[in-house]
């Protein structure tokens, strides 16, 4: 079984500063991995995802992650970030089970951006 | 790129009554959807996994005879909270897979979610 820690429920930050929002994994199997934002009251919209290859994957709105395997962590980044990321974002873990793929989530970060 | 609605957005019952949720592939053909779970500031918690003509697969702890789940077509599923009480109150957010659209098993495209009032 997978599970998944997001090590800061709320990160504050102000507007144009750098980000990061952590997630760690841990899994008997290899894992696909996720970063999901969610607006209030709207579901889920994948920011990015890594299957393989490149651990440095980028994604939509500006924003990074870099799978580390031996630290079994998959932190998420953007350089300045802006009044409106201000969103939950969570991290997820992706892997086959005996019935079969399953996703499970974080606790989920909240991310608040100041002016 | 693939789309999930979810039919009511919103939805405010009486205990007791029983509530249909909706989800909709709109431009695929889902052969498995998710039903998930969210309540107030916390995360997304897997309810079932529903395949197309079968029965759904409950994850533990889930009551089946409370949370109807129907996979009749392969664009629709169809989520029943049964005799709802207040504690059923929730965000509920379905989620599918486009296996034949060519996306991998590990992805998935989630509906904007039902809110759930149950008074």
């Known amino acids: 079984a997978q599970s998944v820690t997001q090590l800061d429920s709320q990160v504050p930050v102000f507007e144009e500063a750098p980000v990061e929002l952590r997630c760690n994994y841990s899994?008997?199997?290899?894992?696909?991995l996720f970063w999901y934002v969610q607006y209030p009251n709207q579901g889920l919209q994948l920011l990015l995802k890594?299957?393989?290859?490149?651990?440095l994957v980028k994604g939509i709105n500006g924003f990074e992650a870099e799978f580390n395997k031996s630290q079994t962590s998959f932190h998420l980044r953007k350089p300045s970030v802006h009044i409106s990321d201000t969103a939950e974002y969570f991290c997820?873990?992706?892997?086959?089970?005996?019935?079969?793929?399953?996703?499970?989530f974080g606790a989920g970060t909240r991310l608040f951006v100041k002016a | 790129g693939a789309v999930v609605s979810q039919h009511p957005s919103w939805v405010i019952c009486k205990s007791g009554t029983s509530v249909k949720i909706e989800c909709r592939s709109l431009d695929f053909q889902a052969t498995t959807m998710f039903w998930y779970r969210q309540f107030p500031k916390q995360s997304l918690m897997l309810m079932a996994t529903s395949n197309e003509g079968s029965k759904a697969t409950y994850e533990q702890g889930v009551e089946k005879d409370k949370f109807l789940i129907n996979h009749a077509s392969l664009t629709l599923s169809t989520l029943t909270v049964t005799s709802a009480h207040p504690e059923d109150s929730s965000f509920y957010i379905c989620?599918?897979?486009?296996?034949?659209?060519?996306?991998?098993?590990?992805?998935?495209?989630f509906g904007p979610g039902t809110r759930l009032l149950v008074l």
């Open positions: 899994s008997s199997v290899s894992v696909y």
């Open positions: 890594y299957l393989s290859g490149s651990t």
């Open positions: 989620s599918a897979r486009d296996l034949a659209g060519g996306a991998g098993e590990e992805t998935q495209y």
């Open positions: 997820a873990v992706s892997a086959g089970n005996t019935g079969g793929f399953k996703t499970i």
